[in-house]
């Protein structure tokens, strides 16, 4: 349309033909209308470009904020890491160190940013020592997972990760707790907490160790060691004073061997010693006899003075065995023989020693069915009252009749009973079959019944079973005793004394048995109101040749009598014993001076002699104390 309009122009100018007035205001009507279109379309254009104009600014400012929000994170999540972390260029200048790097190393990190790696090498003291010796330690880090020891004691674990740029990341993690708390776990599991002497695991590691590598011409030995009397110490005394009585035993455990050896614990009271690679000239002996006499020193503990002793087994390689756990068991069977043979002392494995141990097993196996087949019996041992020299009763002792062993002796079942367990059901019976034959006995004999502190651990089913038993056998509460030693009470202090004023309050007599021989029996005496004590056989043993045997009976029963309790001498067996317990106011007696333990069918046969032998006892009471 302005082309159209030029030409007319043009034409008027020169005079060209007739110009059409209304042609030409079209013309100029229509150019400016283009004219306005263009400029709306401009104006348009602009608006819209404007628009996106505005709106890449506001997605820029969203990026900007964006990138400040991660950048905050990023530094604070850089900042915030447990680890050490440093950015290096391609140039190996520092770009980047975290606040957790910075202070590993003692680093001003903004000294350090920009910094060459390189520059470590010439950052040197007078000694030549570098002065920043975290550069030359990332010189090194040039793999993945590398632990360094520093010199400071710390344990760091480096990774160095490659960048595509040439540049390089490292990260610095201080794992020396983690590692000293392995550490420290790892020991705990193969050492006493106690001691920090090895336990049964590393001792058994370092027998096979020393059975391995033992040379020809040497041997190895292994001593087990069990302390005497460590549970009396530490029952009246109390656990702290025998955490510290162990402590001294293993200080002197120390004393007595070579750096080379190992001392262990193995819990309790049992310790061992490894004698390594010794030469066929050693004697395991000698070092026995000397820690034998340096355990059994006087011992003080906060004031209080300890004695206690030590039995020691020994076991030798290759003569008793060539593998560890042949080796323990043989040194744990010499063990077994040293306390047998009356304890502070040291026994050499023996082969009849296995043999021993087989019968045992033996043994042990024929106890857990005697029960049920019925090998079991009671004899019955009469105690006579000193005054009137009448029987007053009879203390059931349980007997077994093995079919091929014949009478197996107390002592020797006994103790076994307890340790099985089996001396729980075992008592049970005797105290229904002991109810059970008394009833037939002519009234007021009494009969007594030895209690285990194992049945103790039953409470309330303790009173429940001799309660059954007195109410199946129709025999009166008072007609039954119930023998216990101070260790029932020690065992079982406040649980045990609710159960004994339980039966005594159903009319059961409470006796004291062995009295004299333990740590704590006047406190004992005190702590619950026993009927009768029994005055233990071994003062009464003594009573005729040894003064302070006598001085202890006399105090005993003096003491009895002046609480108003009965007391029973146990073991008479001559008649100057029952003459001096008699004149030392005892008011019972009991022992072979009398009879021995019968079967329950011999005891009328033994009531009718026993009544002719109160007049003669009698005789000889009255006429020694006419000639004192």
């Known amino acids: 349309m302005h082309k159209l309009l030029v030409k007319q122009l043009q034409r008027a100018r020169c005079g060209e033909g007739q110009v059409d007035l209304d042609r030409l205001c079209t013309l100029v009507s229509s150019a400016y209308d283009d004219d306005e279109r263009d400029r709306q379309r401009i104006a348009r254009a602009n608006r819209l470009m404007g628009e996106e104009i505005d709106e890449a600014h506001r997605r820029l ?203 262990a614990r193995l819990g309790g009271d049992e310790f061992a010693i490894l004698l390594d690679q010794l030469s066929p000239v050693a004697n395991p002996e000698e070092l026995a006899e000397r820690l034998v006499h340096a355990i059994e020193q006087p011992y003080d503990l906060d004031g209080q003075t300890a004695n206690i002793g030590v039995s020691i087994g020994i076991a030798l390689a290759p003569r008793d065995g060539e593998d560890a756990v042949t080796l323990v068991k043989r040194a744990d069977l010499a063990l077994y023989n040293a306390k047998a043979s009356g304890r502070g002392r040291h026994s050499f494995f023996d082969p009849a020693m296995d043999e021993a141990a087989q019968d045992r097993r033996t043994l042990e196996i024929d106890l857990r069915r005697a029960l049920e087949v019925g090998e079991f019996e009671l004899h019955y041992q009469p105690l006579l009252h000193v005054n009137s020299q009448q029987v007053s009763g009879f203390e059931a002792l349980l007997r077994w009749r093995h079919p091929q062993r014949g009478l197996v002796p107390p002592g020797d079942f006994i103790p076994m009973a307890e340790d099985l367990g089996l001396i729980v059901p075992i008592g049970d019976w005797v105290l229904r079959r002991a ?36 109410a199946d056998a129709g025999l009166r509460a008072e ?101 001096l317990v008699a004149r030392e106011d005892c008011t019972e007696v009991q022992g072979y001076l009398f009879s021995r333990p019968v079967p329950e069918g011999d005891i009328p046969t033994l009531l009718a002699r026993l009544a002719g032998l109160g007049e003669v006892a009698l005789a000889v009471v009255v006429a020694s104390g006419q000639d004192s």
């Not at 794992?175 to 001691?195: E, G, I, N, P, Q």
């Not at 109810?435 to 006995?441: F, G, P, V």
């Not at 029996?521 to 302070?548: C, M, N």
């Open 61 to 263: 400012e969203a990026v900007v904020d964006s990138l400040q929000v991660q950048n905050t994170r990023f530094e604070a999540a850089l900042e915030n890491m447990s680890q050490g972390l440093c950015m290096f260029d391609v140039q190996q200048r520092l770009a980047v160190c975290n606040r957790r790097f910075a202070a590993m190393f003692g680093l001003d990190a903004a000294a350090q940013v920009g910094r060459r790696l390189v520059e470590a090498h010439s950052d040197c003291d007078p000694q030549g020592q570098p002065i920043s010796p975290y550069l030359a330690l990332m010189h090194s880090a040039r793999r993945t997972a590398l632990q360094r020891d520093c010199t400071d004691g710390r344990i760091l674990v480096v990774t160095h990760e490659p960048l595509p740029d040439g540049g390089c990341v490292q990260t610095y993690d201080d794992v020396t707790a983690w590692r000293l708390a392995d550490a420290r776990m790892a020991r705990m599991a193969s050492h006493d907490a106690l001691t920090d002497l090895p336990n049964r695991v590393l001792l058994r590691d370092r027998i096979d160790n020393a059975l391995a590598t033992r040379a020809a011409d040497r041997h190895v030995a292994l001593m087990c060691l069990d302390l005497d009397r460590f549970k009396a110490v530490n029952d009246s005394l109390g656990h702290p004073a025998g955490d510290a009585l162990l402590l001294q035993v293993t200080q002197r455990l120390r004393q007595h061997v070579r750096a080379s050896d190992t001392i």
């Open 435 to 470: 109810c059970r034959d008394a009833a037939q006995w002519p009234t007021p004999l009494r009969v007594a019944v030895n209690v285990s502190a194992r049945q103790f651990t039953l409470g309330q089913g303790l009173v429940d079973s001799v309660r059954t038993a007195l």
């Open 479 to 579: 007609r039954l005793e119930l023998e216990i030693t101070e260790s029932v009470l020690m065992d079982h202090n406040a649980a045990t004394l609710e159960v004994l004023h339980a039966l005594r309050g159903d009319g059961v007599h409470i006796v004291m048995d062995d009295f004299g021989i333990g740590y704590s029996s006047l406190a004992y005496l005190r702590s619950f109101p026993f009927d009768k004590v029994k005055i233990d056989r071994s003062f009464v043993h003594e009573v005729s040749h040894k003064a302070d045997a006598l001085a202890i009976i006399r105090a005993v029963s003096g003491l009895c009598s002046s609480l108003g309790i009965a007391s029973t001498a146990e073991g008479v067996e001559t008649a100057e014993q029952l003459n």
